[in-house]
């Protein structure tokens, strides 16, 4: 049986690294970030396909078998008080959860639906339909995933092509927003085989693709009303809706990314790639630091899982002409299976869900349950990587050494893109290597200028810093970033 992320399964090169070549790492990070496992019921396989943090501390949690738990006391330090309870059964694979007005709503593959526990037995009672209008047939690939309410009570649900390539039902392959009332809206095309949804911190909505057909890579991307988000294959359903205006021009298989988005106006271009295999195989779920500063230095960044590889990954967006891009980092492996679903609460508790059926993970077993939390120990790190007109700005987390930081040997960089293409994925493309000319450190340490020559639009900027030091003469935990350029700002003002 395929499974929910068998595009990884296409084009794998290598094997994967065992566990145990990669404890060290792991170790290094746990100083910092520490995993811990939850009890799970032998009863219980939990698979955890989506999370919702509850207004009375419990957190509901569904499985990919259709069921729906509450956990109460899943924050305590005391395990022995995190106790499931079943609150709705068979469902169809839940892969969204979010809560308003005293309901539980969820994305189950054929519909959005909200229930309630009428009669406080703990067993949800009543069941709504919300909304169906979409299409469904049984394709075992055919996944649905919604988001948390966004402030104008709408859930953005984002469907997963038949087989993941091709758009046999409605609006496979396509965003759609589903109004309190229960109205489907169209919002935008383009979509492949998503992972996870979500909002960053001020409120916009993402969600990440994986590599295969017109994806050369994993991809964190931004949905707005009206985008085509890449992948065609779904664009046949423009002919049921006026929603999103006309339909966009098919791109040219074997064009790059950039170049075709200069003539599909429609087209938006991915904010962030995941260099496949470097940094994961299957992106998936995320979560935003919102907690002003309880999960550590990493404010308004986005957490973001990667199934294959166990690990969870940390993202920096900012806006160029209005456009996203941005910063990906390293930041925490060593997860026990491959991580599905994120949540993280007000406490600075980041909850990871995870699943290998169909296609194995790195870390092992079927599924698991996880904790991530901040030791209140500050890692040295790359904090930020902002673009300028000719180079970057870093941002560390801690003071570092003046000497090493402005010596050009300290650093590597190249860029790279990817083949936009019907065929599945792509390989590193277009390389360049640019040149750092100089680097300027701040006068509080914090932070260094590169300016670079050669930077280009539509590419990876890959950077490695294995000479940089702390005051202290440490290392970087992380000395690597990946970052993706859509468009080089103009010349700085400064």
């Known amino acids: 049986m395929r499974s929910i992320f068998a595009w990884a399964a296409v084009g794998l090169t290598g094997v994967f690294p065992s566990p145990a070549l990669r404890a060290d790492t792991a170790s290094e990070e746990a100083k910092y970030y520490e995993i811990s496992s939850l009890p ?55 892969l969204g959860l979010a809560y308003r007005d005293g309901w539980l709503y969820c994305s189950q593959r054929g519909e959005i639906t909200r229930m309630k526990d009428l009669d406080g037995d703990g067993r949800a009672d009543r069941f709504e339909t919300v909304s169906d209008a979409w299409g469904i047939n049984g394709d075992y690939h055919e996944y649905a995933f919604c988001s948390k309410f966004d402030p104008e009570g709408n859930l953005w649900l984002v469907l997963c092509l038949t087989g993941s390539f091709t758009s046999e039902d409605p609006y496979r392959g396509w965003c759609l927003r589903i109004t309190p009332d229960g109205k489907m809206i169209p919002t935008s095309s383009g979509v492949r085989s998503p992972g996870g949804i979500g909002t960053n911190a001020v409120g916009d909505m993402f969600f990440t693709d994986n590599q295969g057909p017109w994806n050369g890579a994993c991809a964190l991307k931004q949905l707005k009303p009206g985008a085509f988000v890449g992948n065609p294959s779904g664009n046949k359903w423009y002919e049921l809706t006026d929603a999103l205006g006309p339909r966009p021009l098919d791109p040219i298989s074997g064009s790059r990314m950039h170049i075709e988005a200069k003539k599909i106006p429609q087209l938006l271009p991915p904010a962030i790639l995941f260099p496949y295999n470097k940094m994961g195989q299957s992106a998936s779920g995320f979560a935003v630091d919102v907690t002003g500063g309880k999960f550590g230095p990493f404010k308004d960044q986005l957490f973001v899982g990667d199934q294959t590889h166990s690990t969870v990954m940390r993202v920096s967006l900012e806006k160029v002409n209005d456009r996203y891009q941005g910063a990906l980092f390293p930041f925490r492996e060593g997860f026990a299976s491959g991580n599905l679903s994120l949540e993280m609460t007000p406490a600075g508790i980041l909850f990871v869900g995870g699943t290998d059926r169909g296609w194995g993970a790195r870390g092992g077993k079927p599924f698991a349950w996880q904790r991530l939390n901040w030791t209140g120990q500050v890692p040295f790190e790359i904090l930020d990587m902002k673009a300028r007109s000719d180079g970057f700005d870093l941002t560390f987390t801690q003071p570092v050494d003046k000497a090493a930081v402005e010596n050009i040997a300290s650093y590597k960089i190249e860029t790279y893109t990817y083949i936009y293409q019907s065929s599945y994925g792509s390989p590193e493309v277009d390389r360049t290597v640019p040149i750092i000319k100089s680097v300027k450190v701040s006068s509080n340490g914090l932070s260094a200028h590169l300016v670079v020559d050669g930077l280009h639009e539509g590419h990876v900027h890959e950077l490695h810093l294995p000479g940089v030091r702390s005051s202290q003469g440490k290392p970087l935990l992380h000395d690597a970033a990946y970052y993706t350029m859509n468009l080089i700002p103009r010349p700085d003002l400064r």
């Open 40 to 94: 799970i019921p032998e009863d219980i396989v939990l698979e955890a396909g989506a999370q919702q943090l509850m207004p009375d501390g419990r957190l509901a949690i569904s499985t990919r078998l259709g069921k729906i738990y509450m956990v109460e006391n899943p924050q305590s330090r005391d395990l022995s008080k995190v106790k499931f309870v079943e609150f709705a059964s068979g469902l169809h694979e839940v």
